[in-house]
């Protein structure tokens, strides 16, 4: 009795194939490895290469696709001179997490090495948490408005839901119950000057009630900002509205090596997308350096997220196999300062896959 | 003829009068030395102490005060515990911008010793930029109102005007015109997502004509809290969104120091006030340990503000005099890890502007 995993792959614009390529790669390898499990892949082009050739940056059998998937894995979307007659960038990953509903963006933050982070007096493992990004409603609410550039001014909507406020607070509680450390979920708010988010955390705490296994606080997203330099191990899961969480996942990343190092999951009820936090990148398209991790770490995570014992053991054995590679801090595409390519990087971890499988 | 500077003085709560004890200090000391130069201060009780006295942060006869003043220096005001019935924090600083139109938040970062920075490979004067934060708008102009709690779900307003956008952008590029560095302003924005966003940078765009001698560049609010951390040499002087402002200038208060490092100024067309980045700190207040640094920076900065060449020298010599101090690592207080206490620090830079004046 095999459960086949349909895996809808979208690798989207700029570096977002060729990093794509990889974790598939790596995901064929794995698969003979696991007893009654098959991963099925069905890629589809989106973005704006595909806008440019369809008008239309998510064509309709692309998203009936991801509709009708176990996972999708997204490499990257988005180029930053092509934009609608708006003035908006084409970025379908925002539209893929309001039409599935993704309201959860899981980002977690794990330093492998010392020579990636930034900050002083931080090895392995000393950087540690995982970021909950609220992602269809918050400061983003308005993205649907269009400017008019005339006017004497420009007004956006800032939503938050009861329901989204909750599930997105759930969630969080549940990432930190299964993670084996502090068991504390961080609310990033600002309510000592919004209403939403006073709101918000009316919300929070509520929900947190149903967990009294788990540390509840909250942080002022200002304050947080600059905790999270001056002391990142204080931190275990935070959760955030969606603006909050864009800024705050975005400087996390910065403290683990970058935007090529940080995996991420929007993850719904129904539907999940894995994809690299990072974007396109079309200054480094097509010379084969782009680095591969964070797709992979994102490959990593939706081996996690299928409900299987065996996808979990193939995703510690993933994790464990980057943690092995990362180890040696030579390993390293050229946005690390290193002088592996795409594939030799991949290579590396695919040999140490071996022996962690 | 003496020009005569009337300061209003407003302590506040917590750490607040402790602070601005220091830096009016230092400012008598100073005064005897300038030639036609008086300082006249005018003390008034504001923020949760005077509230819990009489019902009012911010009585009318301290905002007249204010209003008839040339310069405002302000502790710290707002206690976590202390709430207005509607469950938001006590923070007249905000009426302050509010009513006096205050729309400029200018926040200096700078690094003084390598000791101070979480950051590997910064040295002194290594870090140094400025953040200029709208203060009237923008995020923030929901604050007013109120959440019901019970809803199923909750708005606020965001609101960007041309006027709004216009000055402050205007004030970014005679901050950059005014320092020597890269002459570069960043505006911050998202964009992306956005139309407020879309419209804030447009009026950006068209300010940034009238500078043809200073770069112009945009930089998403996201990305820029990544390179503030891994690049933070690259800017210069930046200029955001209220919301956005207040978020990374914490966090670049973090990479120097602290808010005990970081002073800030709220500027308009007919007023300004000058506090320190930081809270009242409560759980330190009255131990004669607060960090008097950010409020002593800040007073450099009304000094500079001043339209008077004798001011200017002050501030030049102030600035001076808290370089040199801070150049010897242990002359720091508890909060940065050091053993000074808040006269003894300000007493080594009493005898420091001796000698810079
Ligand atoms: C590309 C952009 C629209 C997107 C966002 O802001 O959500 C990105 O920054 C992210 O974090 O996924
Ligand atoms: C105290 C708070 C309301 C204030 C703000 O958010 O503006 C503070 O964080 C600041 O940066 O001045």
Partial sequence: MTKTYKIVVLGGDGIGPEVTDQAVRLLKEIQPQLSGVAFEFDEHSVGVGEYQKNGDALPETAFEACRNSDAILLGAMG???????????????????EKLDLYGGVRPIELFHEADT????????????????ESTEGIFAGRDAVADLDADESLNIIRITRKGAERVCRMAFEVARKR?????????????????????????????????????????????????VRRPHDFDVMVTE???????????????????????ADIGDKAAVFQPSHGSAPD????????????ILSAVMMLQWFDNDETRRAGAALHAAVARVLSD??????????????????????????DAL
């Avoid at 930034?118 to 990004?133: A, M």
């Avoid at 801090?329 to 071996?354: C, E, F, H, V, W």
């Fill in 79 to 97: 180029l930053p001179n092509v934009r609608y007659p708006n003035g908006k960038e084409i970025a379908p990953q925002l539209d893929l997490r």
């Fill in 118 to 133: 930034p900050l002083k007096n931080y090895g392995p493992g000393e950087i540690d948490f995982v970021l909950v990004r």
């Fill in 180 to 228: 084996d450390k502090a068991k504390k979920v961080s609310l990033i708010d600002k309510a000592n000057v919004l209403s939403t988010m006073v709101y918000f955390r009316h919300i929070f705490d509520e929900v947190a009630k149903d967990f009294p296994d788990i540390t509840a606080e909250h942080v002022y997203v200002d304050a947080s900002a600059l905790f999270m």
């Fill in 242 to 264: 969606n603006m909050f969480g864009d800024i705050l996942s975005d400087l996390a990343a910065g403290l683990v090596g970058g935007m090529g190092m940080a995996p991420s």
């Fill in 284 to 295: 480094i398209a097509g010379q084969g350096i782009a680095n591969p991790i964070a797709m």
């Fill in 329 to 354: 801090p030579s390993n390293r595409t050229p946005d690390m300062g290193g002088k592996l390519s795409t594939t030799q990087i991949t290579d590396a971890i695919s040999i140490a896959l071996k």
